[in-house]
């Protein structure tokens, strides 16, 4: 593959295998190695056992062991202080799905590794319509053939563009009935670069091509109508927001052409020296260095990491992007379990604009893309500070070879602020201060315009957060001068960035102290004892209220009466308070509602997003809450999370999943432009009398030796102690 077509975000391609160490743990991702003998079965199956002819590849990985024979694997019992399960064999497989390219039909395929070979043990048709999630050179490909088609080519002249610089973002089509559920499609949003490394969103064009990649078509081309103020308020030019039909022309929509805004708003600072007048980099900024002269302290083995008494497997995943396993905590040499698995299992980006074609853009990033395969090769004090560990990425490529992200996943520590201090006011009073360490677990992921950075943080008190930081450049149409524009911010002349949301769910599958967790649900109320009462005469009473709940469901998030969330252990109690050991979670700051109608496009492919928590039996299959197979689906599926609630089952004292909905909405500020800074959003896990008192009582106090005055010579005296 010549350089030119690798992807920017990959380090580079293996086509043949190379003598690699085998996976040392059972829930080791698939080696590029390994990728590679799994396609090579593959075609030597299909060529002994089908008539499929060719092939594409589009996703190999890792089927998940069984989670019991995992734990016993490694001496984890399933309840804390017990003997762990027998070791059992573990047969290591994988899962792969792939499409022929004559026909289109789209096929999934189970292997298992015996003697240093990988055997067919499933192969099934998928049925039609299902289809896998669209790979990385699909995306590349959709742009190549929107750059070459005949018409694309006409309209774009027409506003003055050349082919070479036409460029074109492929995505899901979503939703879109007019085209049979055979054809595998995206739709594609055009914009014109007019240097090599222009910034392309500042140039949006006015159509939208739909795109047949495998059989290198462009199917049709949208339009969408414009805006007109009216004394009613803005108004389409024509008809309503019903899809438009495939006969559908500019010319019924009563609107003309939109010239391409043509002012460069460059990212990169030798272009915006050319292109901004007056610009100048910023020189007054200090180095800032984070150094660790004695190195870090976590240990690596393999994938499994340890650090400041937690324990877990952290993997690559080409779909969830981090996925991390059999976490635990040693609790003065007791080794206490506290999730099996935590991974983002799926986001949806629903985008505000009714009109067609504009409404069936909500791309699933997840389901439909895979963050792993759109995750970046990550830099040396630059995506990372301090000194780093990195763990390799590796995905199959569509002709069955392997994708290399030497650099996929960085590990370092981070210094968080204060852990916990106080001082004795009290004459000749002492105080004590300790500084919070924090491990960081990275990936950044580049989704054509988007930047999502996951990262898990793991705290010396025993608090884990999931936390991402949204970045990248905003999804932008253009804009007919004096054009109003009800959804959406004219972020710079004739640029229109549509209102959106940004929705993810966070699966947690829990193991506090053992597999039979139940979930706790806390609201905070005021007494119901009005002011002067016997039982509340100065008015400030207030209290808890909990319900353990006894069935999968879903749940809504109640701002008024603060409520959270807590996974406990029955059968393991607190010392002092006689409560259940457990671990809490609150996501006042980012519960978002989805602002899609029930019934909508968005709400039947994603209900998921519509609550804020989903509890139901943890299941080997119940991986992703929109199901295995996203990209045009009309329905959410059978194996989706608001059909694995509908059945009621036990969720107290069982073997529990849970799926976490939150997120944010973006109204487009003139500041989010041309690059937007980020926006952070996080789920924090706490424990509540999981521990005897707080676990970072050890943690020696603060006295870093290398801190100095700012301005002066003078020094100060220790705070620590």
Same mark, same amino acid.
């Given at each position: 593959?010549?350089?030119?077509?690798?992807?920017?975000?990959?380090?580079?391609?293996?086509?043949?295998?190379?003598?690699?160490?085998?996976?040392?743990?059972?829930?080791?991702?698939?080696t590029?190695?390994?990728?590679?003998a799994i396609?090579?079965s593959?075609?030597t199956?299909?060529v002994?056992?089908?008539e499929?002819?060719?092939?594409?590849?589009?996703?190999?990985?890792?089927?998940?062991?069984?989670?019991?024979?995992?734990l016993?694997?490694?001496?984890?019992?399933?309840? #804390?202080?017990k003997?762990?399960?027998?070791?059992?064999?573990?047969?290591r497989k994988?899962?792969?799905?792939?499409?022929d390219?004559?026909n289109g039909?789209?096929?999934?395929?189970?292997?298992?590794?015996?003697?240093?070979?990988?055997?067919?043990?499933?192969f099934?048709a998928?049925?039609?319509?299902v289809?896998p999630?669209?790979?990385v050179?699909?995306?590349?490909?959709a742009? +190549?053939?929107?750059?070459?088609?005949p018409?694309v080519?006409e309209i774009?002249?027409e506003?003055?563009?050349?082919?070479d610089?036409?460029?074109?973002d492929?995505?899901?089509?979503?939703?879109?009935?007019?085209?049979?559920?055979?054809?595998?499609?995206q739709?594609?949003?055009?914009?014109?670069?007019?240097?090599k490394?222009?910034?392309?969103?500042?140039h949006p064009?006015?159509? !939208?091509?739909?795109?047949?990649?495998? +059989?290198a078509?462009?199917?049709?081309?949208?339009?969408a109508?414009h805006?007109?103020?009216?004394?009613?308020g803005?108004?389409?030019s024509?008809?309503?927001?019903?899809?438009?039909?495939?006969?559908?022309r500019?010319?019924?929509?009563?609107?003309?052409r939109?010239?391409v805004?043509r002012?460069?708003?460059d990212?990169?600072p030798?272009?915006?020296e050319?292109?901004?007048?007056g =610009?100048?980099?910023r020189?007054?900024?200090?180095?800032?260095?984070?150094?660790?002269?004695?190195?870090v302290?976590?240990?690596?083995?393999g +994938?499994?990491?340890?650090w400041?008494?937690?324990?877990?497997?952290?993997?690559?995943?080409?779909?969830? $992007?981090?996925?991390?396993?059999t976490v635990?905590?040693?609790?003065?040499?007791?080794?206490?379990?506290?999730?099996?698995?935590?991974?983002?299992?799926?986001?949806?980006v629903?985008?505000?604009?009714?009109?067609w074609?504009?409404s069936?853009?909500?791309?699933?990033?997840? $389901?439909?893309?895979?963050?792993?395969t759109?995750?970046?090769?990550l830099?040396?004090g630059?995506?990372?500070?301090?000194? !780093?560990?990195?763990?390799?990425?590796a995905? #199959?490529?569509?002709?069955?070879?392997?994708?290399?992200?030497? +650099?996929? !996943?960085?590990?370092?520590?981070?210094?968080?602020?204060?852990?916990?201090k106080?001082?004795?006011f009290?004459?000749?009073?002492?105080?004590?201060?300790?500084?919070?360490?924090?491990?960081?677990?990275?990936?950044?992921?580049?989704l054509?315009?988007?930047?999502y950075?996951?990262?898990y943080?793991?705290?010396?008190?025993g608090?884990?957060? =999931?936390?991402?930081?949204l970045?990248? !450049?905003?999804?932008?149409?253009v804009k007919?001068?004096?054009?109003?524009?009800?959804?959406?911010?004219?972020?710079?002349?004739?640029? @229109?960035?549509?209102?959106?949301?940004?929705?993810?769910?966070?699966r947690v599958d829990?193991m506090?102290d053992g597999l039979?967790?139940?979930?706790?649900?806390?609201?905070?109320v005021?007494v119901?004892?009005?002011?002067?009462s016997?039982?509340?005469f100065? $008015?400030?009473?207030?209290?808890?209220?909990? @319900?353990?709940?006894?069935?999968?469901?879903?749940?809504?998030?109640?701002p008024?009466?603060?409520?959270?969330?807590?996974i406990?252990?029955?059968?393991?109690?607190?010392?002092?308070?006689?409560?259940?050991?457990?671990?809490?979670?609150?996501?006042?700051?980012g519960?978002?509602?989805?602002?899609?109608?029930? $019934?909508s496009?968005?709400?039947?492919r994603a209900?998921?997003?519509?609550?804020?928590?989903?509890?139901?039996?943890?299941g080997?299959d119940?991986?992703f809450?929109?199901?295995?197979f996203?990209p045009?689906t009309?329905?959410?599926p059978?194996d989706?999370?608001?059909?694995?609630?509908?059945?009621?089952?036990? #969720?107290?004292n069982?073997d529990?999943l849970?799926?976490?909905?939150?997120g944010?909405?973006?109204?487009?500020?003139?500041?989010?432009w041309?690059?937007?800074?980020?926006?952070?959003?996080?789920i924090?896990?706490?424990?509540?009398?999981?521990?005897a008192?707080?676990?970072s009582?050890?943690?020696?106090?603060?006295?870093?030796?290398?801190?100095?005055?700012a301005?002066?010579?003078?020094?100060?005296?220790?705070?620590c102690?």
């Amino acid at each position: 593959m010549a350089t030119s077509e690798i992807p920017g975000t990959v380090t580079s391609v293996q086509s043949k295998a190379v003598l690699a160490p085998e996976p040392s743990h059972p829930l080791d991702p698939l080696t590029p190695d390994e990728i590679i003998a799994i396609s090579h079965s593959i075609k030597t199956y299909l060529v002994v056992n089908t008539e499929i002819k060719a092939v594409k590849f589009i996703t190999s990985w890792l089927l998940p062991p069984p989670k019991r024979a995992v734990l016993a694997a490694l001496g984890i019992p399933v309840e #804390v202080g017990k003997t762990p399960e027998a070791p059992v064999e573990i047969v290591r497989k994988a899962e792969c799905d792939f499409i022929d390219v004559v026909n289109g039909r789209c096929y999934n395929v189970i292997l298992a590794s015996k003697e240093s070979d990988w055997a067919v043990e499933t192969f099934t048709a998928l049925a039609e319509g299902v289809n896998p999630q669209i790979s990385v050179e699909e995306l590349i490909e959709a742009e +190549n053939v929107v750059k070459k088609d005949p018409k694309v080519i006409e309209i774009a002249k027409e506003l003055g563009i050349e082919p070479d610089q036409i460029y074109c973002d492929g995505w899901s089509i979503g939703y879109d009935e007019r085209f049979p559920k055979t054809r595998r499609v995206q739709q594609g949003f055009c914009f014109a670069r007019f240097s090599k490394h222009d910034n392309l969103y500042a140039h949006p064009l006015d159509f !939208i091509p739909v795109v047949d990649v495998t +059989n290198a078509e462009v199917l049709h081309i949208d339009w969408a109508p414009h805006y007109k103020f009216t004394p009613n308020g803005p108004q389409l030019s024509a008809g309503g927001s019903t899809p438009a039909s495939l006969e559908t022309r500019i010319t019924d929509l009563n609107r003309g052409r939109i010239p391409v805004p043509r002012k460069p708003f460059d990212i990169l600072p030798d272009l915006m020296e050319q292109t901004q007048e007056g =610009f100048k980099m910023r020189d007054d900024l200090k180095p800032l260095h984070v150094l660790q002269p004695e190195g870090v302290s976590f240990s690596m083995k393999g +994938n499994e990491l340890e650090w400041q008494k937690w324990k877990m497997h952290v993997s690559f995943s080409h779909r969830e $992007g981090i996925v991390l396993s059999t976490v635990t905590y040693n609790d003065g040499g007791l080794v206490r379990p506290v999730f099996y698995r935590m991974n983002l299992a799926e986001m949806v980006v629903p985008y505000a604009a009714p009109e067609w074609p504009h409404s069936r853009k909500f791309a699933f990033d997840v $389901g439909e893309y895979g963050m792993g395969t759109m995750a970046n090769e990550l830099s040396l004090g630059c995506d990372c500070l301090g000194q !780093i560990h990195y763990l390799p990425g590796a995905f #199959v490529k569509n002709n069955g070879g392997a994708f290399l992200i030497k +650099n996929a !996943i960085c590990i370092h520590e981070e210094d968080a602020g204060i852990l916990h201090k106080h001082t004795d006011f009290r004459p000749g009073g002492r105080s004590h201060a300790a500084r919070r360490r924090r491990l960081a677990i990275q990936m950044t992921c580049t989704l054509a315009n988007y930047e999502y950075i996951l990262t898990y943080y793991f705290y010396q008190d025993g608090n884990v957060e =999931f936390d991402i930081k949204l970045t990248g !450049i905003l999804q932008v149409y253009v804009k007919a001068e004096g054009e109003p524009t009800p959804y959406g911010t004219e972020v710079a002349p004739g640029i @229109n960035a549509h209102y959106h949301q940004h929705l993810f769910s966070l699966r947690v599958d829990p193991m506090i102290d053992g597999l039979a967790n139940s979930l706790v649900e806390t609201d905070v109320v005021p007494v119901p004892d009005l002011p002067g009462s016997e039982a509340n005469f100065a $008015g400030n009473g207030f209290r808890v209220e909990e @319900n353990v709940l006894a069935n999968a469901t879903s749940r809504s998030y109640d701002p008024l009466q603060e409520r959270r969330w807590r996974i406990v252990n029955s059968s393991r109690k607190h010392y002092s308070t006689g409560q259940p050991v457990g671990y809490q979670f609150n996501i006042k700051g980012g519960a978002t509602p989805l602002m899609a109608r029930p $019934g909508s496009w968005v709400d039947k492919r994603a209900p998921w997003a519509s609550k804020p928590l989903w509890v139901c039996q943890a299941g080997e299959d119940r991986l992703f809450p929109s199901g295995k197979f996203v990209p045009q689906t009309r329905d959410a599926p059978e194996d989706s999370v608001s059909n694995w609630v509908a059945g009621r089952d036990s #969720v107290e004292n069982e073997d529990i999943l849970l799926f976490l909905t939150f997120g944010t909405t973006h109204i487009p500020r003139p500041e989010d432009w041309p690059v937007m800074p980020v926006e952070e959003l996080s789920i924090l896990f706490k424990p509540v009398g999981f521990f005897a008192m707080n676990p970072s009582m050890d943690v020696p106090a603060a006295n870093d030796h290398k801190s100095v005055s700012a301005f002066s010579s003078d020094g100060s005296a220790s705070c620590c102690s």
